[in-house]
C-alpha cells in the first residue's frame, strides 16, 4: 500500500498546479489579446478588458506558484545573497 501524501507532497503538486494554469492563462490571453478584432474603442473595449484581467491572473498564478516551489525547494528568502568583497592584493 502507499503512504499518506506528506503535506510537502500535497503543497508541490498544489504549487504546479498554479504554474501549469498560471503560464496557460497568460499564454492564451497574451495570444488572443494579440489576434483580437481591432473595433473603434480596440485597447479599451470589454474584450480587451476581460483579456487584460484573465493575463494579470495568469501571471499572479505563476508568481504564486514559482514562490511556493521556492519555498518548498529551500530558497525561503527573496533578499540576494550577502556579497563579499575580495581583499585588494597589491
Request: some cysteine; hydrophobic content about 50%; overall charge positive.
Amino acid at each position: 500500500m502507499g503512504q499518506r501524501p506528506t503535506l510537502e507532497i500535497k503543497l508541490a503538486e498544489l504549487a504546479n498546479r498554479f504554474r501549469f494554469v498560471g503560464l496557460g492563462l497568460a499564454f492564451l490571453a497574451g495570444i488572443t489579446f494579440l489576434f483580437s478584432p481591432r473595433e473603434a474603442g480596440w485597447p479599451f473595449d470589454p474584450l480587451s478588458d476581460f483579456l487584460a484581467a484573465t493575463f494579470a491572473v495568469g501571471c499572479t498564478l505563476l508568481v504564486c506558484g514559482q514562490l511556493v516551489v521556492r519555498k518548498l525547494v529551500g530558497f525561503g528568502s527573496m533578499e540576494p545573497p550577502p556579497v563579499t568583497i575580495p581583499p585588494f592584493k597589491d
